[in-house]
């Protein structure tokens, strides 16, 4: 067992954590601090920052204009549509919904991948998508009923909004995705991001509670985790990670997010235990256990052909990281 090996788990470990307790943070944030609009715009802007600063330190790399207008478009749909329905559906649900939504984000990635672009799916994938169906059924049935101004059941659907548009992204980006580093990838996704979100958020300035003489650092703290932590080195953290374990080793991680976000949801007063969360849970995490593991379960020849495809959608599923594709390195990988 190597250092960049032991290295690589701890990496890819401290970024789901931070991902998922970034869900409700993101709930304090809107419900207290701050609009959709101006979350995207000032969470755009300050990794549009961070990433330009740190491409400074690992030279410029030249992006084709013909790349970069796929690039604008995908992040606008990868990034901005997705991100903003994302944010707004927690207005309306608690983190623990949305959590597990985002969770199906790699099956519905394989499923639209199959859909549309003719990529097999095996019988294995197939009752992987049917359990994490079954349980975010359970989780829609036994939404509880409105109150205090929510709306679970818009909520959960803006949730699945977002995670379909991410993996259109994901789908279409692919050949762009493995030209160009991950940071240079990103950088461009939150540029254009931003010139979208820009005025927009800047028209709504004046709505915005953090950016008023009513601000507090408890409001100012959550948005610089959002920027910092949540983004930028979570971003750099995954790739990091990806270089020294293969995907069904990442994919095991994908469970921390959830189970981070509900318990930090729940600490928080966000949320309460409710008894069928745990059988929904189950579900949409078996569900995506057996389809992240699917490549292992094919016959020898059928593996050696599609193994890149599917390692690629499965690293790419990783819930709102755009550019994760780029990183495939097998060579350098251990299991």
């Known amino acids: 067992m190597t250092l960049s090996f032991i290295l690589g788990h701890l990496s890819v470990f401290l970024a789901n954590t931070l991902f998922g307790l970034n869900i409700p943070i993101t709930k304090i944030l809107l419900s207290e601090w701050i609009t959709p609009t101006g979350y995207m715009t000032l969470r755009s802007a300050g990794a549009l920052l ?32 997705s991100q903003y329905t994302n944010a707004l559906s927690l207005q309306y649900t608690t983190p623990v919904y949305v959590s597990m939504v985002i969770f199906m984000t790699p099956m519905l990635t394989m499923f639209l991948a199959a ?15 049917v359990l994490s169906i079954g349980g975010a059924a359970i989780m829609i049935w036994h939404v509880p009923a409105n109150s205090n101004g929510s709306n679970h059941l818009l909520g959960i659907a803006l949730a699945f909004l977002s995670i379909i548009a991410f993996s259109l992204y994901l789908i279409s980006m692919r050949a762009v995705a493995r030209k160009y580093s991950p940071v240079t990838q990103t950088k461009w996704v939150f540029f254009f991001t931003f010139i979208f979100m820009a005025p927009i958020g800047f028209h709504n300035l004046d709505e915005q509670k953090l950016l008023s003489s009513a601000w507090e650092w408890s409001g100012v703290l959550c948005m610089l985790y959002v920027i910092i932590f949540a983004t930028f080195i979570s971003y750099i ?18 469970n921390v997010q959830p ?10 007063g966000q949320d309460s235990f409710k008894p069928e969360l745990p059988l929904a849970a189950v579900l949409v995490l078996a569900g995506a256990y057996i389809v992240s593991t699917a490549r292992q379960a094919q016959s020898p020849s059928k593996s050696q052909s599609q193994s890149q495809t ?14 994760l594709a780029t990183v495939t390195a097998p060579s350098a990988r251990q299991n």
């Open 50 to 81: 961070l990433f330009f600063l740190a491409q400074c330190f690992m030279g410029q790399e030249k992006v084709a204009p013909r790349d970069l207008l796929k690039i604008a478009a995908g992040g606008l749909v990868g990034f901005g549509i």
């Open 115 to 129: 859909l549309l672009l003719g990529e097999s799916l095996s019988v294995r994938k197939i009752v992987g998508v």
């Open 259 to 268: 189970i981070v976000a509900t318990l930090v949801a729940i600490a928080f």
């Open 237 to 254: 953290l995954m790739p990091f990670g990806m270089r020294h374990l293969n995907a069904t080793s990442v994919s095991v991680y994908f």
């Open 310 to 323: 599917l390692e690629q959608t499965i690293e790419e599923a990783q819930p709102h990281i755009p550019s």
